[in-house]
């Protein structure tokens, strides 16, 4: 996908200018065409000359989306035209990157561009679902409660994500405090007694030794251990795009004892939350499922999902990849397979999305409550076996002077 300037002409004579994200010129030209504009002129816009899309600094915060769609509903449901809408959302939001966004897409929508359309032109800002769901709200004429549909959706896909990286980001940040306690130890604190026990005239305990020596080993060779470092950095950097990496560092994930167990839940609260949104706003299934793929961004999750495509383009059930799968448990299998049979699947991925959100965080309360101790004690083993190695030669000193 790459993003394209383009001028045309509506049938009344207005002229317009814009931007959509397509694979090809006569991709646009065929949307344009859609939208009743005679394109004159497209060209694909530069990647580098179009690189701020993607800056982080640009990105906007789910609070203040969701707070614009709520609010943009709003006005929608109080029968504002879309233009007026949009000029008021921009000039009540807080997020600059939002406001300009919504600025440019008032413009377009003013010139006749559909706002879904208009939305397209801003893909760091509006993302790909966002986009999709506002274009079924336009065919069917309910923007107004799909936008609120998608702002309790955000919500609660926020909140799991919060909740993820808040079990996550605890043993990590002590790990690294860890981490440097015992460096700093072992480089500055333990070369200090080495001397003193040089010049001692009886055999040390072996856990000093230990503990000398690797004080020793970190000083002489501490810029080896931090080029490693850097060089399988850089390396994951480098193949991380690949996908048969991505494939196996994502199934690494899911395999990780207890913490894979809260990411597949993560990932399958995130999956049916979406795909239920998706078709409870008529998004066509296959569709859906492709938007799906570029949103959960899990390789053993999206090899399925493909799968599943491909069996519904041979008029095979949806779920027929999905059930054995270990990724799957027979929960989402069971209660999607009810709803392809009675045509509630929508509801029946949104109870699946339910559940699994309330499992995660039920799962990531237990996590914290399980790793804090843990953490606390394997801290205070490795920082008082330093101790210990420094301390009983000390006290053997002492005791050949009395």
């Not at 200018?17 to 030209?29: C, H, N, W």
């Not at 943009?72 to 109080?78: D, V």
């Not at 000029?87 to 706002?115: C, D, F, H, M, Y």
């Not at 480098?238 to 894979?260: A, M, Q, T, W």
């Amino acid at each position: 996908m790459g993003m394209f300037a383009y001028q045309g002409q509506r049938l009344s004579g207005e002229k317009v200018i814009g931007k959509l994200e397509a694979t090809s010129v006569q991709e646009v030209r065929v949307q344009l065409k859609e939208q009743g504009i005679v394109a004159f002129q497209v060209e694909p816009i530069n990647a580098l000359l179009n690189k701020e899309l993607d800056l982080g600094f640009q990105k906007v915060k789910t609070q203040d989306f969701v707070l614009f769609l709520r609010q943009y509903s709003t006005l929608l449901k109080a029968g504002i035209p879309i233009v007026q809408a949009t000029t008021i959302s921009a000039e009540q939001t807080t997020s600059k990157p939002l406001r300009v966004a919504l600025k440019e897409v008032a413009e377009q929508v003013n010139s006749g561009i559909a706002l879904s359309g208009a939305a397209k032109g801003h893909p760091a800002i509006f993302p790909e679902l966002f986009t999709n769901m506002v274009y079924a709200g336009e065919m069917g004429g309910n923007l107004d409660e799909i936008l609120e549909r998608l702002a309790d959706d955000y919500e609660k896909q926020h909140r799991t994500k919060q909740k993820i990286t808040a079990a996550m980001t605890y043993p990590l940040v002590v790990s690294v405090f860890a981490f440097g306690v015992v460096v700093f130890l072992l480089m500055v604190v333990v070369p200090m007694f080495a001397n003193m026990f040089a010049n001692m005239d009886q055999d040390l305990p072996i856990i000093t030794v230990i503990v000398m020596e690797a004080g020793q080993l970190i000083g002489r060779f501490w810029w080896l251990l931090l080029g490693m470092f850097v060089i399988l950095f850089a390396m994951f950097a480098i193949v991380k795009n690949d996908p048969k990496v991505r494939f196996y560092s994502d199934r690494f994930l899911l395999k990780i004892p207890v913490i894979g167990k809260l990411v597949q839940k993560a990932l399958l609260a995130r999956m049916t939350r979406i795909l239920s949104s998706l078709f409870s706003s008529s998004v066509p299934v296959l569709q859906a499922l492709e938007i799906v793929e570029r949103i959960v961004k899990n390789e053993v999750v999206n090899q399925v999902l493909k799968d599943s495509r491909l069996y519904l383009e041979k008029g095979e059930s949806l779920t027929a990849p999905m059930k054995g799968h270990w990724v799957f448990p027979p929960l989402v299998t069971q209660l999607m397979t009810v709803g392809e049979k009675t045509g509630t699947l929508d509801v029946m991925l949104g109870k699946i999305a339910d559940y699994y959100e309330a499992e995660v965080e039920t799962g990531t309360d237990q996590l914290k409550a399980f790793i804090e101790p843990v953490m606390i004690v394997a801290l205070a083993v490795i920082v008082g076996t330093i101790v210990m190695a420094i301390m009983v030669p000390m006290f053997s000193l002492f005791q050949n002077f009395n």
